[in-house]
């Protein structure tokens, strides 16, 4: 590497470093979501919203999808289509239980009867 | 037999082999884990009960731990591949070393955690929940322990490469490194999505 190279090179780890603290934050804002009050679809969603976040930072910074080439991303654009059809599928069919595998829960016991 | 194309770059492509080769098996890995994941969503969404009694048994904190070892460890293999780059095999050996150290770590946490939930009585035919959770961590954990192997025959035996072709082993290093995050990048969907929701 020429000195100019090496110099680029150490600015470009430093940056992968700061995004660390980032990548650290997201997970604690995701813990710290955990214990609000209220369930429900917006927590789960806010939640996954945070872990696709954290993952995105991941792919972009650490696995250097930032700066790749087209090949690369041709192969993970095929796999995010095929992906997100497998996902929108199982979403669809979510209802369709086949014959005899529907979850029935066992209903609760009677109360008990008071005989004189 | 000189392999073509372990450090030079193609023309058509502009990378060399082994990268296209471990991004096609990572794409391949993504549907692995994608159909798992889609696994737990139906099953989610077809128990009514689907929590009762089970989920509230995980460990929030020893996940967070984990989660920490694992974006420590994401650290520690970039810094290792950095050395290469910049001809320092010292630090190569001490940053890939730490990488090492926090892998077996994770394993230990999560061999911890196992065994806990064993002690309660807790396996996978006992919940469905259970059942996706040992079959989605149990994979994570394979992955882990290949990583592990991999990386420790960089840090060893491995590394003699450095002496004779130096830009070939720094781009095995480079392919670890991505296996490695990309390890990192299913836990960071596996944590939330088992522990926290």
């Known amino acids: 590497m020429e000195p100019n190279d090496i110099a680029d090179f150490k600015r470009q780890i430093r940056a992968h470093l700061s995004a660390v603290l980032l990548l650290a934050a997201l997970v604690g804002l995701n813990v710290g979501v955990t214990f609000l009050p209220g369930e429900g679809r917006l927590r789960v969603g806010v939640q996954i919203g945070l872990a696709f976040l954290s993952g995105g930072l991941v792919l972009t910074c650490f696995m250097h999808l930032r700066s790749e080439k087209t090949m690369i991303y041709a192969v993970l654009a095929l796999t995010c289509v095929l992906l997100a059809a497998m996902m929108v599928l199982t979403w669809v069919a979510r209802h369709d239980h086949p014959a005899m595998t529907e979850y029935h829960p066992a209903a609760p016991p009677p109360a008990p009867h008071h005989v004189p | ?197």
């Open chain 2, 1 to 197: 037999m000189d392999i073509p194309h372990t450090v030079e770059l193609r023309e058509d492509t502009g990378l060399y082999n082994g990268k296209v080769g471990m991004w096609l098996f990572l794409a391949s890995e993504v549907m692995l884990f994608g159909a798992l994941f889609s696994s737990y969503v139906l099953l989610r969404e077809s128990h009514p009960d689907w929590l009762h009694g089970a989920a509230k048994d995980l460990s929030i904190f020893w996940g967070t731990v984990n989660t920490a070892v694992l974006i420590s460890s994401g650290i520690t293999i970039l810094l290792a591949w950095a050395a290469l780059k910049l001809r320092d095999f010292g630090q190569f050996k001490l940053w890939m070393g730490a990488t090492l150290v926090l892998g077996f770590l994770f394993l230990f946490i999560k061999g911890t955690e196992y065994a806990a939930k064993f002690q309660h009585g807790h396996y996978p035919n006992t919940h469905t929940f259970y059942a996706i959770y040992f079959v989605l961590t149990g994979l994570h954990a394979l992955h882990v322990i290949g990583g592990v192997a991999v990386n420790a025959w960089l840090w060893g035996p491995g590394a003699r490469l450095w002496l004779t072709e130096p830009e070939r082993f720094t781009n095995r290093v480079e392919l670890a490194g991505l296996f490695w995050h990309f390890v990192d990048l299913v836990w960071m969907f596996l944590f939330p999505v088992l522990y926290l929701l």
